[in-house]
C-alpha cells in the first residue's frame, strides 16, 4: 500500500504579497524551498492560522533571500498580507519507508521569513 505523509514543512512564515490576477500558485523564496526540501511545481497544502483557511497550490520559485511568501491567483483571496501560514509538501511511500522516513521541518523567523543561522 502507498500513503501520503508530510514530508517537508515550512513552519509559520507571513504572507510578503497577494497577487489576484497571477494564475495560480505560492511563490517562496528559493533558500526556503532549498532549506525545506521542496521542489518548484510540487503540491502543497497552505494552513493560514490567522482564519483557518486550508488550500491546495503548487511551488513557484521566488528571488533568493526576498523572504517572498506570496499567495498567488484565486489563493489571494484566502489570505491577506501579514497572515501566518504554514506550507506542508507530502510525499509517497509505502508504510514501511514512511515507518522510518523523516520529514525535513524548518522554523524561518516570522518577521523576516529567513533562516537564523
Known amino acids: 500500500m502507498i500513503i501520503e505523509v508530510v514530508s517537508s514543512k515550512i513552519h509559520r ?3 510578503t504579497q497577494a497577487d489576484l490576477n497571477y494564475i495560480g500558485s505560492i511563490t517562496i523564496d528559493e533558500d526556503l524551498i532549498d532549506a525545506s526540501g ?3 511545481g510540487q503540491k502543497v497544502q497552505i494552513v493560514n492560522l ?3 483557511e486550508r488550500i491546495e497550490t503548487y511551488v513557484i520559485v521566488g528571488e ?3 523572504g517572498t511568501i506570496c499567495l498567488n491567483g484565486p489563493a489571494a483571496r484566502r489570505t491577506a498580507v501579514g497572515d501566518i501560514v504554514i ?3 507530502y510525499g509517497q511511500m509505502t508504510v514501511e519507508e514512511a515507518k522510518v522516513f523523516k520529514p525535513t521541518l524548518i ?3 516570522t518577521e523576516t521569513n529567513k533562516l537564523e543561522n
Open 13 to 15: 512564515v507571513t504572507v
Open 38 to 40: 521542496l521542489v518548484e
Open 50 to 52: 490567522n482564519n483557518g
Open 64 to 66: 533568493r533571500g526576498s
Open 87 to 89: 506550507i506542508i509538501g
Open 107 to 109: 522554523f524561518p523567523n
